[in-house]
Structure formats: C-alpha cells, structure tokens
C-alpha cells in the first residue's frame, strides 16, 4: 500500500506530498520504520531505503510485521540540494514540531503524530556533512538498552555512543517509548556504494533479528566505541590526509600534515589517543579549527 501526505506548494502552488510506502505481511508482528533524506542532501540514505523496497517488492519474503517507508523525508531539501529546508531550518532539530509551524516543523508535526506512534523500531539513515565521510556506523544512546541490543543485531562496522540530541527524530521516538537507529555512511551529495550496500545488509541483519525476514548477510565485526571526537586544525593551509576511514590508529600516530601553498611549512597532526577513525575530511584547503579526522574510542 502507497499513501501520500499533502505538505504544503511551492511558490508556483505546485503541491508537495510526502510519499510513504507500507509492506505487510499476512501475519502480525513488529512495525518498523525505514527512513531516509531527513537532511534533503543525504543521497545515500534515500538510495538504501529505495533499495530494500525495491527487493520487497521483487520478492523478498516479509515474514511477519509491516514496514514503513519513506525514502525522503525533506523534499524540499533534496530539491535544493540543501541540508534544510528553504528558511535554513534542520528537521531534525525541529521535533515534535507544530501544526501551524515552519515547514521544517510541520513535517516534524506529521512524524511525531501519524508515523511514530504506528512503529515499535525504526532505522534512520545519515551521511556526514558536505566533504565529510563517515565510515559504516551505528549511533546509539548506550543507556538505551533496547536500542544497544538492535544496534548490535544490526551488525555494522562501528556502534558509536551518541546521547539523545533534544529536538531531534530520535529523542522525540525514545520519549514515546519507540526505538529508532541512527545509521551514518559516506557523504552528502556523493553516492557511496560501499556505504549504501552496509546499510541494506544491515537492515537486513535487524529484521531477521525480530523474525521478519528469513535470511540475512553475516554480520561484521563489530566495535563498540564508547566515545567520540573530532581532531581540529591547529593550523591553516592544505590538508593531506595519511589515513582513511576505517583504519585503527595509536596515540601519537601522524593522521595528516597540513602544509602552507608554498611547500615551506609543514605541520603534522597526530592521533591523540588510540582509537578508530570512524569520519574524515575530505576538503583540502582547511582552516584553524576546522574538524579534520573523526576518532572514536573503545
């Protein structure tokens, strides 16, 4: 079953409609919801959620329980290639969101009254920001014991403890007593194959997990991290990056250099800590304070 939601018109009154996609099976079970495009310009979720819809619907046994699927969330965004919407709004800082709100916070409005009391689980599918890659990882709030057991069946590279960000998706499912996964992979505007190929394979790993699907890839090796932070530029100039995302690291270990345009300053960056890299800049003209490698660790 389709249902589309009206939003709102573009200013040439063109109406905007929220498309959603529901796939049962016969017998009752979990509803679990699988979204992407929260952020118009997170590409690589909007492909992964249209991927598993497509083998549903290509014949992939759905075992028991419906699915909820809405591939993208923030048109608006995604027609702009912007994060936000067009008044510079984050939806996922809008929740719970109004009914007589900005657009970023009536959409909200719609997900905190129609979506998320109809599920019991869902998976919310990210990428790092413009120039920024993240490595395959779960973000989980590890106090939340139900969501830890999912992101563990969800079987990914990285479950990164991330706390509950007021506001936002997740937080305002967890108040609601429903548990939603926040899966980080690639960068927007910029297809990730790999990125894209974890995120079904693990989706997968989660519904066989709640008896939903038959078969499922083999999980991976997963790392818990318990926590995160970024190393920032002391320094302007280019940056060249020594290490790539998915490589374990020692304190002390030269991540990158940065250089001046002329070839006569060179500084090093170094690890501070053992840890995993787990998100990395990809822009090579940074300047001081800029985030440049992502570590988690264990």
Request: proline content about 5%; charged content about 25%; overall charge positive.
């Amino acid at each position: 079953m389709n249902i589309e939601i009206a939003i709102a018109k573009l200013p040439t009154h063109t109406l905007i409609d929220l498309p959603i996609f529901i796939r049962s099976s016969k017998e009752p079970g979990p509803v679990v919801l699988i979204s992407g495009g929260v952020h118009g310009d997170e590409i690589n979720g909007v492909v992964t959620a249209k991927r598993i819809m497509e083998e549903m619907d290509e014949g992939l046994e759905l075992l028991k329980g419906t699915l909820i699927f809405i591939p993208l969330v923030n048109i608006y965004g995604f027609l702009s290639n912007s994060r936000t919407f067009p008044d510079g709004r984050d939806l996922n800082r809008s929740f719970p969101g109004s009914k007589k709100g900005s657009l970023a916070s009536s959409i909200a409005f719609i997900l905190s009254n129609e979506i998320i009391p109809q599920i019991d689980y869902g998976i919310d599918f990210h990428t790092g920001g413009r120039m920024l890659t993240n490595f395959p990882q779960i973000r989980v709030d590890y106090k939340d014991k139900v969501a830890m057991d999912l992101a563990k069946a969800f079987g990914t590279h990285f479950v990164v403890n991330s706390k509950y960000i007021e506001k936002s998706f997740r937080k305002t499912a967890y108040k609601a007593k429903k548990h939603i996964l926040v899966y980080e992979g690639g960068e927007s505007m910029r297809l990730d194959e790999y990125a894209i190929e974890e995120a079904v394979n693990g989706s997968k790993r989660l519904l066989k997990s709640l008896g939903m699907l038959a078969e499922a890839p083999d999980p991976l090796e997963t790392i818990l991290l318990k926590e995160s932070n970024w190393v920032r530029a002391k320094a302007s100039g280019i940056f060249n990056a020594s290490v790539k995302v998915g490589e374990s690291v020692k304190k002390g270990q030269i991540l990158a250099r940065i250089s001046d345009p002329y070839g006569q300053v060179k500084i090093p960056v170094k690890a501070p800590t053992n840890g995993h890299i787990i998100g990395i800049n990809n822009l090579p003209v940074i300047n001081t304070g800029d985030a440049l490698v992502h570590i988690g660790k264990e």
